[in-house]
């Protein structure tokens, strides 16, 4: 069975620090990819990140960056510089390319706050 | 950049009612899904579609039904709604044959049902 796990409901940053929201996996495919979302109050999921499992750096995009340990399944994902903006719900999901072609699953998200 | 649409955004409504959600999206993308999400909570799949025509059903049980005539459009719909099925239903797309992005879903803004 494949799963999610984020084990911080909610988190508190200072703007301008960066933070790191961690997630850990569990799959049995060796083919797999682990995105991260954010969601506002607004309620829309916004796609933040991608990284594949055979990916040998990891991903950044701008502010943004996965920090991808395989051998100890994690996908945390470390936001630079935070801004109020960034005041959200982030969700960590992952999906299998193996022979079971499975959909994307879902952690059960941090909120995170970010003080002026 | 995601150009997906989701009507209406906000739906409140007695128990009984027949509703219908509409989800469009002009990307062009071959798969599409329906998501149901709590308030705080994860993401639950409950509908998939590979195509026009294809539909299957996702991992959380839901008396909804979909239907994919165009590629572009993608509707639920509850037959005789019931204030179990509050909550906030996502639809998101993705490119089935683009796998660059590890096949990324995106979304629309969501329709946040209330039925009384």
């Known amino acids: 069975a494949q799963k999610i796990t984020q084990t911080q409901p909610g988190m508190f940053v200072q703007e301008k620090e960066a933070v790191t929201l961690d997630c850990t996996y569990d799959t049995s495919d060796q083919s797999y990819g682990l995105f991260w979302y954010k969601q506002p109050s607004s309620g829309e999921m916004i796609f933040l990140i991608y990284q594949g499992s055979y990916d040998e750096q990891n991903a950044t995009e701008g502010r943004y960056s996965l920090n991808f340990q395989k051998a100890r399944k994690s996908a945390n994902l470390v936001i630079s510089a935070s801004q109020l903006g960034d005041s959200a719900m982030y969700f960590c999901?992952?999906?299998?390319?193996?022979?079971?072609?499975?959909?994307?699953?879902f952690g059960k998200g941090t909120k995170l706050s970010v003080k002026p | 950049e995601a150009d997906i649409y989701q009507t209406p955004r906000y739906l409140v409504i007695g128990t009984g009612k027949k509703i219908t959600l509409e989800c469009s999206q002009t990307?062009?993308?071959?798969?599409m899904y329906w998501y149901q999400q709590d308030p705080g909570m994860e993401l639950h799949l409950i509908h998939y579609?590979?195509?026009?025509?294809?539909?299957e059903k996702g991992d959380l049980s839901s008396e909804s039904t979909v239907s994919r005539i165009r590629t572009e459009h993608f509707p639920l719909t509850l037959e005789s709604a019931r204030p179990s099925h509050t909550s906030q239903y996502l639809c998101?797309?993705?490119?089935?044959?683009?796998?660059?992005?590890?096949?990324?879903?995106?979304f629309g803004p969501g329709t946040r049902l209330l039925v009384l």
């Open positions: 990307m062009g993308h071959d798969k």
């Open positions: 579609s590979y195509g026009v025509n294809s539909t």
């Open positions: 998101a797309s993705s490119d089935y044959f683009r796998t660059s992005q590890g096949e990324t879903q995106y």
């Open positions: 999901a992952m999906r299998a390319y193996g022979g079971s072609q499975g959909n994307l699953i």
